[in-house]
């Protein structure tokens, strides 16, 4: 009877464990593929709600739409459309749909997913040429009249851009010898920057200073329409108060408008041109006039196309009372944002005062100076070889005095970016700069905190994580212990910084795109020891490592068998012991 219980218990016993084998995989699901991000081209429609329609000219209630229409060609057999618009801390991005953005998963993920709708929805198959619309949401359809919600304020007049999104699956190769994993061709952004152009609903104009040419703050616009009633709008509220940039905005239908301006107290309205600082010219253009009616027609073959007139700009100048104190404010750095694109990365952003000087510098070393546009807003780039892994990028923002066309070196800012490794080799250290083995590696983003790729550290510590496994977006990687639970994070140039020995030893340079295909043989490195000094004979004649071979250790279907195995060799020898002991317990009773 006894034998029988111990049977039995070793039985559940087994069945338990692989049960909750079973429950702790499910919680653990397999880290999402690389993702590869092309550009497409996109322009301004306008529509009603059903969809885009040029032929909309709704001009007595303006209960028209805004659309982008956004094209491709040459795409893969399935792919999601994903918007990016810029945001104060980088690039926020949505495909309209929050279960898509948490299953693609987009990194970057906005928290209002429902600021647009793609017409079709996002995914989308069999479509090597695209032609999608995507709706942008700022008015309740069922209550027009009501005002455009707060948190859809934000994307009033920023840059955004498109893209079609799309899994970089490697292809396990077919042949017995061939060891390595073929991956899919890597074309990051393949049209290149010429064709990922931002779309941004232009500001319709600024207010500014006649003196110091300086931008004027919460200054309170409305529009009227021809007959100087009030106007109700779209994409923004009515009134409306300029920001840190001087800037205002009515997107307005076609028709006829008079701008009223509410004169902040210690300023008198001109449009006297020979009152103005001569080198407004630099920054400011169509000076508003006293009670003058501005015309906006569709007349033009390509506003025809679009249904949308093009922006009829307007400055609008302010005289201070006192001219020997006119407004002097601090720079502000309204936003910025940067993501790669093919050997390089761009960053783009706006600042809150027109040409500003943007200067990068990595240590003491300046790789290059841009300058902002009339309406503070930058977009450069630095090559991959321009910028070393191992250091942040320092962004140095100058104002620049419009009076006198001069930096302004007292009034800057600063901010450090981190990097945008394309690659990733080396082995992991922690806090202590000790080689930690065995460890999951994950690439994160920086903003949303989303596990774009999960690899694992083999016993050296060693690993390496392929071009297409990593997000074009600003990440940091997090290292976890699977056994002890315990994780610590780090930066990519602290990353490139402990691994820098290792790296000039064997030539790595991680600026530089890799794929992990057929027999790229990345090896181990050989044995590492604190303060990233190499020990030992390289050893080449080991197995390459890939994000995939250093991972796999054991498949979840592997794990199964192998405890069913130990489970049916438990119970044999258990059965084997009870019948020895049985059989002796035989012999001795004759």
């Known amino acids: 009877m006894n034998y029988k219980r111990t049977v039995l218990y070793l039985f559940f016993s087994a069945t338990l464990l692989l049960y909750f084998h079973g429950i702790v995989h499910a919680q653990n ?150 060891d390595g994993l073929k991956q899919a061709s890597l074309d990051m952004m393949k049209d290149g920057i010429s064709k990922c152009v931002s779309l941004g609903w232009d500001p319709e104009g600024r207010v500014f200073d006649a003196v110091s040419l300086e931008p004027i703050p919460n200054v309170q616009i409305t529009v009227l329409d021809k007959n100087k009633k009030f106007v109700s709008q779209i994409t923004v509220d009515n009134p409306t108060t300029t920001k840190v940039n001087g800037q205002y905005a009515f997107y307005v239908a076609e028709g006829d408008f008079f701008l009223n301006i509410a004169v902040p107290s210690g300023y008198i309205f001109t449009d006297q041109l020979s009152t103005i600082h001569p080198n407004y010219t630099f920054a400011y253009k169509n000076i508003y006039k006293n009670n003058e009616l501005i015309v906006e027609r569709i007349d033009t073959p390509a506003e025809r196309a679009r249904g949308i007139p093009n922006v009829e700009q307007r400055d609008i100048a302010l005289m201070p009372i006192d001219k020997n104190n006119p407004l002097k404010r601090p720079l502000e750095i309204i936003s910025h944002a940067e993501y790669r694109e093919e050997e390089q990365t761009i960053y783009m952003g706006k600042t809150s005062h027109p040409l500003t000087e943007i200067t990068f510098k990595q240590g003491s070393e300046e790789i290059k100076t841009a300058s902002a546009d009339k309406n503070g807003a930058y977009e450069t780039s630095l090559d991959d070889s321009l910028i070393q892994p191992g250091l942040p990028v320092q962004i140095i923002f100058t104002k620049v005095d419009l009076t006198t066309l001069k930096k302004s070196p007292l009034d800057s800012k600063t901010i450090s970016i981190e990097p945008l490794l394309p690659y990733l080799e080396g082995y992991v250290y922690d806090k202590n700069g000790e080689i930690s083995p065995s460890l999951e590696v994950s690439v994160v983003t920086t903003t949303s905190d989303v596990v774009m790729h999960t690899t694992r550290a083999n016993e050296d510590g060693f690993f390496a994580m392929g071009s297409q496994y990593i997000p074009p977006f600003p990440y940091y990687l997090k290292f976890r212990d699977p056994i002890k639970g315990t994780s610590f994070q780090q930066s990519t140039s602290n990353f490139a910084k402990q691994n820098e020995a290792y790296l000039k030893r064997k030539n790595v340079n991680l600026m530089e795109q890799k794929k992990m295909s057929d027999k790229n043989e990345i090896k181990t490195g050989g044995s590492a020891s604190k303060n990233n000094t190499m020990s030992g004979s390289d050893r080449s004649d080991m197995q390459s490592t890939s994000p995939q071979n250093v991972q796999n250790t054991s498949t979840p279907v592997q794990l199964q068998i192998i405890i069913i195995i130990s489970i049916i060799c438990i119970l044999g020898l258990v059965g084997g012991i009870i019948f020895y002991v049985k059989s002796k317990k035989k012999t001795s009773s004759f």
């Open 29 to 178: 699901p397999e880290p999402p593929a690389g993702q590869e991000w092309r550009c497409l081209t996109q322009e301004s429609v306008m529509g009603t709600i059903d969809g885009p329609d040029p032929s909309v000219q709704q001009t007595n209630d303006y209960q028209w739409y805004v659309w982008t229409k956004a094209t491709g060609s040459g795409l893969p057999a399935r792919y999601t459309i994903v918007i990016c618009t810029e945001a104060t801390t980088g690039l926020e991005c949505t495909t309209g749909d929050e279960t898509t953005d948490v299953e693609l998963p987009v990194p970057n993920r906005s928290s209002t997913p429902d600021i647009l709708t793609i017409q079709g929805g996002p995914t989308r198959e069999n479509e090597d040429s695209l032609e999608a619309y995507i709706r942008w949401n700022f008015k309740d359809p069922a209550n027009y009249n009501s005002e455009i919600p707060e948190r859809f304020l934000k994307y009033l007049h920023v840059e955004k851009k498109v893209f079609a999104v799309f899994p970089a699956v490697p292809e396990v190769s077919g042949t017995g010898n061939d």
